[in-house]
Structure formats: C-alpha cells, structure tokens
C-alpha cells in the first residue's frame, strides 16, 4: 500500500511561512502527480497545488503568489513553500499522489497536518 509521509504544520502568525513536505514511501509506479489539499471545517476538502512529474504546476487561485510546490521527482517528495500566510488558509492540509496505471487511476492520502494561521 502507498504511504504518504507528510510533515511541517503547525501554528503560525498571520504573515508568516510554514513549508510542508510529503513523502512517498518505497517505490511506486505510475506516478503521475502530487500535490496538496485542505478543508476547513465545514466546507469541502479543495486543491491547493499539484504538480505532475513533468514539472506543471496547477494552484488554487487563493494561493497564486504566495504558496510555492516543488517535486523531487528521485524521492518522490514534493514540498509547499508557504509565504504571506492568511487566517483562512487554516484548514487540515492533505498530501495527495495521483497514481495511474494500465488498470486505473489511483488516488492516495495522507492522513492530515492541521495548519492554523492566528495571532
């Protein structure tokens, strides 16, 4: 089974930065993506970054221009650079692979780290 190893959240200060990193474990194939969401309590789990293994990055458009993915294609670990933190980016934040293969597409899960961003 995929594992997805995920760490860096926290509380932090309006304004500030916290870096999440994901981690997946042993080798898999077929990756086509990775990438992070959230959800906030009461309201759906959303897209916050993804990036494919060619390097394409998609962000949620509450995001552009202050959260950065990156992938380390060799570890299959990608990391979300998070600047000029909000209040309402507070939310548990999962890891996400997307894995496709002849047989079918698969989506992986990290279990959650909760980032809550208050003064």
């Known amino acids: 089974q995929v594992q997805l190893v995920e760490s860096g959240g926290g509380l932090v200060q309006p304004g500030g930065s916290l870096r999440l990193s994901c981690a997946a474990s042993g080798y898999i194939s077929g990756i086509n993506a990775m990438g992070w969401y959230r959800q906030a309590p009461g309201k759906q789990r959303e897209l916050v970054a993804t990036?494919?293994?060619?390097?394409?990055?998609n962000y949620a458009d509450s995001v552009k221009g202050r959260f950065t993915l990156s992938r380390d294609a060799a570890k299959n670990t990608v990391s979300l650079q998070m600047n000029s933190l909000k209040p309402e980016d507070t939310a548990v934040y999962y890891c996400n692979l997307q894995r496709r293969l002849a047989v079918g597409t698969y989506p992986y899960w990290g279990q959650g780290t909760q980032v809550t961003v208050s003064s």
């Open positions: 990036i494919t293994t060619s390097g394409i990055t």
